[in-house]
């Protein structure tokens, strides 16, 4: 069983950096993709970046070329750099991890202030 616990999350300001990373325990040698998600209020959870044990990664079209996502696989922690952040990307971010199932963190906040 894998569990997530994120940390990072805070109140920015427009234009502004911040990092948000996940830590996972237990059997995280069934690790395969981990990534983050978003849920804004009244709206879907939305794929934010998602990363392959072998490095691969994806991006949703709004954060591509600001955000950016690493894992370290012996550590079983995923991280995710956000720059040049806007208020749009104000929303509870989840750190995912999937196995044969998804397992997903608490969640983090971010607010993002204009």
């Known amino acids: 069983q894998v569990q997530l ?11 502004g950096s ?9 059997a995280i040698f ?22 392959t044990r072998g490095g691969i990664t994806k991006y949703g079209d709004s954060v591509k070329g600001r955000f950016t996502i690493s894992r370290d696989n012996a550590k079983g922690t995923v991280a995710l750099q956000m720059n040049s952040l ?14 044969v199932i998804d397992i997903w963190g608490q969640g ?7």
Do not use: H
């Not at 983090?108 to 202030?113: A, D, F, P």
């Open 5 to 15: 616990v994120e940390s990072g999350g805070g109140l920015v300001q427009a234009g």
């Open 18 to 26: 911040l990092r948000l990373s996940c830590v996972a325990s237990g």
């Open 30 to 51: 069934f690790i395969n993709d981990m990534g983050w998600y978003r849920q804004a209020p009244g709206k879907q959870r939305e794929l934010v970046a998602s990363i």
């Open 86 to 99: 806007k208020p749009e990307d104000t929303a509870v971010y989840y750190c995912n991890a999937r196995t």
């Open 108 to 114: 983090t906040q971010l607010t993002v202030s204009s």
